[in-house]
Each structure stands twice: as structure tokens, then as C-alpha cells.
């Protein structure tokens, strides 16, 4: 079964930095599109990032456009999320997403077109 697992949150300092790694099985992980969300408790999940296949498309929700930057490792079935200048606001909980859709163009922002989703983990930024 489709199985994603996140790695790499923990505590840091505002202004600095961590990678997340999302590590996917059990499906075609080259041909789909994957994402990154986040939620505070009590708050809708929020999309933060998203990319294509090949990555062609990359989308950012504003809020961290210029400080994170989405990748992916076909080979290694692996995406990560690169986080840079961590603000106090960025702490959530952050959840690896993939859109396992045949025939689907996007837009790849919104939580509904997401369709398999990791555990989530922890990232707090003290101020």
C-alpha cells in the first residue's frame, strides 16, 4: 500500500535551518505529483509546497515563497522540503502528501487533490 514517511523536523532557532524528507512506497513514486502541508492545532491543514514529477511545476504558498524551496529524488523516491530562515510562525506540524492520480493537471494547492498523505512530523522554531 502507499506508505509515506516524513523525517528531519525538530527544534531550531528563528533564522535558522532544516530539510524534511518524506520516503514513499508502494507506488510509481516517479509519475506523480508531491506536496508538503502544514498545521497548527485548532487551524485548517495549509499547503506550503507542491511539485510535478519532474518538476516542471513547483508551487509555494506565499507565505514561504524565497525561504523554502521543494525537491525531489526519483531514484530514491524521496521529497524533501529545504526550510531557510525558520520564523516562529513556521511551527507546525508538516505532512508529506502525494496526488496518485491518473490524467490529473492540477493545480496541486489544495488539500482535496491530495490523495495519500505520511504522519506528520514536528517543527518548532523558538523565538
Known amino acids: 500500500q502507499v506508505q509515506l514517511v516524513e523525517s528531519g523536523g525538530g527544534v531550531v532557532q528563528a533564522g535558522g535551518s532544516l530539510r524534511l524528507s518524506c520516503a514513499a512506497s508502494?507506488?510509481?513514486?516517479?509519475?506523480?505529483?508531491m506536496g508538503w502541508f502544514r498545521q497548527i492545532p485548532e487551524r485548517e491543514r495549509e499547503f506550503v509546497a507542491s511539485?510535478?514529477?519532474?518538476?516542471?511545476?513547483?508551487n509555494y504558498a506565499d507565505s514561504v515563497k524565497g525561504r523554502f524551496t521543494i525537491s525531489r529524488d526519483n531514484a530514491k523516491n524521496t521529497v524533501y522540503l529545504q526550510m531557510d530562515n525558520l520564523k516562529p510562525e513556521d511551527t507546525a506540524v508538516y505532512y508529506c502528501?502525494?496526488?496518485?492520480?491518473?490524467?490529473?493537471?492540477?493545480?496541486?494547492?489544495?488539500?482535496?487533490?491530495?490523495?495519500?498523505w505520511g504522519q506528520g512530523t514536528q517543527v518548532t522554531v523558538s523565538s
Open positions: 502528501a502525494a496526488v496518485v492520480t491518473n490524467y490529473y493537471s492540477g493545480p496541486f494547492r489544495y488539500r482535496h487533490e491530495f490523495n495519500a
Open positions: 511539485i510535478t514529477w519532474n518538476g516542471d511545476r513547483i
Open positions: 508502494g507506488f510509481l513514486f516517479s509519475s506523480y505529483t
